[in-house]
């Protein structure tokens, strides 16, 4: 199947954890499941490649605290040019993570730090991502 995806009892990754394979990721593509550890909890996240990069986020739309994906990896509209909330059509801007259009419009998904290195995308301490 080549898509990895977080189960509900699969560990929370951590900075300096691999999150997938580049490769994993293609342009607008599915994207990758995985959980993180979030205000003292584990959450739901997930990592897509826009514009030539991987960008990651936690899976919780910004208006309702639901899950993104229509289909488990499935993020993108149509289009491939705006990650969109399955339940209500929020659509967010993949680079900023700003909804640009929906009922949370200005407001922004959390982004999760990751970068790309050795062939696989990381998951990088807050500090590392400024």
């Keep these: 199947m080549g898509q990895v ?12 954890d691999s999150v997938c394979a580049s490769n994993q990721l293609q342009e607008g593509g599915r994207g990758v499941r995985f959980l993180v550890e979030h205000k003292g909890g584990n ?16 899976n919780r739309c910004a208006h309702k605290l639901v899950e993104l994906d229509w289909q488990e990896g499935e993020f993108f509209d149509t289009e491939r040019r705006y990650l969109v909330c399955s ?14 259009a929906g009922p949370c419009r200005g407001a922004r998904l959390t982004a999760i730090p990751v970068f790309e290195a050795d062939g696989s995308v990381w998951l990088a301490s807050t500090a590392a991502a400024k």
């Design 5 to 16: 995806t977080a189960q509900p009892s699969a560990p929370a990754l951590h900075p300096g």
């Design 43 to 58: 959450s739901p996240a997930f990592v897509v490649r826009h514009a030539g990069r991987a960008l990651a986020y936690l």
């Design 87 to 100: 339940t209500h059509g929020a659509m967010y801007d993949p680079a900023s993570g700003i909804c640009t």
